[in-house]
């Protein structure tokens, strides 16, 4: 059973509650659902269609979105987004998430979850909103007819709630993006090359996945790692050593010539001036 019995000391839950959310899915016709996550240590975005729904039911089973790579809000463009609604609560509901079922988890401790509980606003809340607090308990839960302004946007949410936002213009969406806090991480959900290209070369973040989530991570070939807010170098095979690693940097001067003399031929060699005789 995923349960957590034990409190984290304040300065440990403090350094974990850096991020997390579940995710979303891409669209057909080069249509995306973006999943963001904000971020101040750490932040994911993801760029989703459809068929990703499943990569969310993932993110529930195993930490119910207490994770820094998991995303913390889904951008889903706005002619898709009561199908993406539709088959995300299919998808849980079809789970069934429950401590009982051995499928889901707590949240990690009463703090972060009085915390989560209160950035539920039950007149934005599409599905879900069930919690106990004593038992650290957030049902998996969609909220719509939210924007970068809502209290819930402000912070990382790093639980089972995850933001909807319709968007209309690509540009615009990645333009709102850019002018938050890099990303730990991003993902992609799309079939359409050109939309796929345009996110990842105009979105800066740390790492992420096409048509995937999470999943990243388990590559030690790939380097893991933030970017500005989201975190500075990376680690994983030769990246975590080049890392954690000083590159002592040494002067070895020969002693046949000493500096001075050297600077003083290379002066007079090309500095030095010549008197000219005129007739």
């Known amino acids: 059973m995923y349960n957590f019995d034990v409190e984290l000391p304040t300065t440990v839950a403090d350094a974990v509650k850096a991020l997390g959310r579940e995710e979303a899915q891409p669209l057909s016709g080069g249509q995306t659902l973006i999943p963001t996550l904000k971020a101040r240590l750490a932040a994911p975005s993801v760029l989703v269609s459809l068929h990703g729904i ?31 609604l539709k088959s995300a609560v299919a998808e849980i509901e079809k789970s069934d998430f429950s401590i009982e079922n051995d499928n889901y988890v707590q949240i990690i401790n009463k703090r972060n979850t009085k915390r989560l509980i209160h950035l539920l606003d039950k007149d934005k809340i599409y599905y879900g909103g ?84 999470l999943m990243h991570i388990l590559n030690n070939n790939l380097p893991f790692g933030g970017v500005g807010e989201s975190g500075i170098g990376a680690y994983h095979g030769k990246f975590g050593f080049r890392t954690f690693s000083h590159y002592k940097s040494i002067l070895d001067k020969s002693t046949v010539f000493s500096a001075r003399s050297v600077r003083a031929h290379i002066f007079r060699r090309f500095f030095s001036t010549k008197e000219v005789q005129v007739d």
């Not at 719509?144 to 089972?160: K, V, W």
């Not at 730990?184 to 105009?202: D, E, H, P, R, W």
């Open 54 to 84: 499943a990569e969310m039911k993932g993110v529930c089973k195993n930490d119910a979105g207490q994770i820094c790579i998991a995303p913390d809000y889904a951008l889903i463009h706005k002619s898709k987004k009561m199908e993406f």
């Open 130 to 213: 069930v919690y106990d607090l004593e038992k650290r308990y957030i049902a998996p839960t969609l909220m719509t007819e939210i924007s970068f302004e809502d209290e819930i946007m402000e912070e990382e949410i790093f639980g089972p709630i995850l933001p909807i936002i319709e968007y209309d213009d690509l540009d615009e969406v990645i333009t709102q993006i850019k002018a938050r806090p890099k990303p730990l991480a991003c993902y992609v959900f799309s079939n359409s090359k050109s939309v796929t290209n345009k996110i990842l070369s105009q979105i800066s973040f740390g790492g992420g996945a096409v048509n995937d989530a």
